[in-house]
């Protein structure tokens, strides 16, 4: 009887020492995760995924890295172009974190209200401004005090032009993902949002990102990042009957000492497209010229001629201007 129970002591020694190094590893953290998800258990999900951290990587791949790699762009579409795209980020990593939390817990969250995007008409004059302009009054024909006032309102003026254009260029941006419908860019940001998880799952299904395509882990490698930090790369097969091959998906997750293993970002995504030989970078720089598109040097210049007229609006700048004898 004693030596009966000193293998079974073994064996539930020997799995139970199996299953802890289980826990401790990479694979693991997706496990939980996935039961945390179906079992909608908020708490687990959460030291299992950093929601935050894969969701604003998530927008920074898919919206943000294409956007500010448009070529040709001149130092001002740019400016106007990181405003747009800073607004339009800020609200798709709000809506994207918003329906991860619904999707675990629909107790959570009462149900989402949505309500058409509203979008000002578009016009395709050129877009006016210029910020050198700003400096066109002599400083030493000033006093420090009229100058700061003149500054101060041009500042304002300037500020609210760019403002507007920033707008505008966002504007474009939603026109142009409803006008087209069949990009890839066109199907992810432009439809409705409840009908968003809809089109991501029929979209997932024709890549090939669904259970039924799923081929299995093809490799998982971890290092030291020092300070006793540790990043894993795992990479999972799928196979996409759109291009008739397999691709890999590769997920980092991060660890800091003896703490659990965190989902932290999906880490191949332009890979990912290259392999489903998809111009998704391609077709976001076509949105960011099109939505950019009049916003020239010529037209910046002349956008100058109405933060002129606000310096001779103003009573307390049209005073100063006549007493420099400056004339706009």
Same mark, same amino acid.
């Given at each position: 009887m004693r030596k009966v129970f000193s293998i079974l002591f073994c064996f539930v020694f020997f799995f139970s020492t199996l299953y802890f190094l289980w826990t401790t590893t990479p694979l693991f953290a997706f496990q939980e995760a996935i039961f945390?998800? =179906? +079992?909608?258990?908020?708490?687990?999900?959460?030291?299992?995924?950093?929601?935050?951290?894969?969701?604003?990587? *998530?927008?920074?791949? *898919? *919206?943000?890295? /294409?956007?500010?790699s448009t070529p040709g762009l001149t130092s001002f579409q740019t400016e106007v172009l990181r405003g747009a795209v800073a607004v339009t980020a800020e609200g798709l990593y709000r809506e994207l974190r918003g329906g991860v939390y619904r999707n675990l817990s629909v107790s959570y969250f009462?149900?989402?209200?949505?309500?058409?995007?509203?979008?000002?008409? &578009? =016009?395709?004059?050129?877009? =006016?401004?210029? %910020?050198?302009?700003?400096?066109?009054? /002599?400083?030493?024909?000033?006093?420090g005090d009229d100058l700061k006032t003149l500054l101060n309102v041009a500042g304002h003026a300037a500020n609210d032009s760019l403002r507007?254009?920033?707008?505008?260029?966002? +504007?474009?941006? &939603?026109?142009?993902?409803?006008?087209?419908?069949?990009?890839?860019?066109?199907?992810?940001?432009?439809? /409705?949002?409840?009908?968003?998880?809809?089109?991501?799952g029929a979209l997932l299904a024709e890549l090939g990102l669904t259970i039924k395509d799923f081929k299995g882990l093809d490799g998982c490698s971890i290092h030291s990042t020092g300070n006793d930090n540790e990043e894993a790369v795992v990479s999972f097969r799928f196979y996409s009957p759109k291009v008739g091959r397999d691709f890999l998906v590769k997920i980092l997750l991060k660890k800091h000492g003896w703490e659990p %293993?965190?989902?932290?970002?999906?880490?191949?995504?332009?890979?990912?497209?290259?392999?489903?030989?998809? +111009?998704?970078?391609?077709? &976001?720089?076509?949105?960011?010229?099109?939505?950019?598109?009049?916003?020239?040097?010529?037209?910046? +210049?002349?956008?100058?001629?109405?933060?002129?007229?606000?310096?001779?609006?103003?009573?307390?700048?049209?005073? &100063?201007?006549?007493?420099?004898?400056? =004339?706009?």
């Open positions: 945390a998800l =179906k +079992d909608h258990d908020r708490e687990t999900f959460e030291k299992r995924v950093d929601v935050d951290g894969l969701v604003r990587s *998530l927008v920074e791949d *898919l *919206l943000v890295k /294409p956007a500010y009462s149900p989402a209200k949505f309500s058409p995007i509203e979008f000002s008409p &578009i =016009k395709f004059s050129p877009i =006016k401004f210029s %910020w050198q302009d700003l400096f066109f009054l /002599p400083a030493y024909a000033a006093g507007r254009m920033k707008m505008v260029a966002q +504007d474009r941006m &939603i026109y142009y993902l409803r006008s087209h419908p069949q990009t890839l860019a066109g199907r992810l940001l432009a439809c /409705p949002p409840e009908q968003r998880s809809q089109v991501l %293993w965190q989902i932290a970002r999906l880490d191949n995504v332009s890979e990912v497209f290259s392999q489903l030989e998809l +111009d998704y970078e391609g077709e &976001i720089h076509a949105l960011m010229r099109f939505s950019l598109d009049g916003m020239n040097q010529r037209g910046v +210049d002349e956008e100058m001629t109405s933060v002129k007229e606000e310096l001779r609006r103003n009573q307390g700048t049209k005073a &100063i201007l006549d007493r420099l004898k400056i =004339k706009l």
